[in-house]
């Protein structure tokens, strides 16, 4: 049987809800405060304070040992769960609709990040450096890199639905 944990969420935004993330240990639970990410474990049903932060997240992703937060003001953080840094970064544009952090075909670490201004910024998780900006012809509200980091589909405010080879030709 299931019983309602006591760690309450918020919404800061009316359409965007990316702002719950499983972690990589399956008795952790990551969720949006106000102006906090707390962590809730499910095996002691008690939560901490992770990142405490001066604005309200829109997106949150959590994997591969990064915590990552964005906000409508283009604000993003970027927290190593492992050794306990932050980046933080203003990064342009609008409201940060989502993030997404796989891992490409080399086996590095990337940060995809889905803006209203109608792009995807992907990001180098080691240098927290811009790679590559990906410009749509709408707001894009989610992107994703696919298990293998061969493809990143897209999604945003249309129909359409955009499929991108991740894979760089050498040559």
Request: one cysteine or more.
């Amino acid at each position: 049987t299931f019983a309602t944990p006591a760690q309450p969420t918020t919404i800061q935004h009316w359409q965007l809800r990316d702002l719950v993330a499983s972690s990589d240990n399956s008795s952790e639970v990551y969720c949006v405060n106000g102006e906090k990410v707390m962590l809730y474990s499910t095996r002691t049903q008690s939560s901490k304070l992770v990142q405490q932060l001066n604005y309200q997240p829109t997106s949150m992703t959590v994997a591969h040992g990064f915590l990552a937060t964005g906000g409508t003001k283009s604000e993003l953080d970027v927290f190593s769960l492992t050794e306990g840094t932050i980046c933080k970064n203003y990064v342009g544009g609008n409201v940060n609709n989502a993030l997404h952090i796989g891992q490409d075909c080399s086996g590095e670490l990337r940060l995809f990040l889905s803006n209203n201004d109608k792009t995807v910024k992907v990001f180098s998780l080691s240098s927290m450096t811009v790679i590559v900006t990906l410009t749509f012809p709408i707001a894009i509200n989610y992107a994703s890199l696919s298990p293998d980091g061969k493809f990143l589909v897209a999604v945003g405010d249309s129909n359409q639905t955009y499929l991108y080879s991740a894979v760089q030709n050498s040559g």
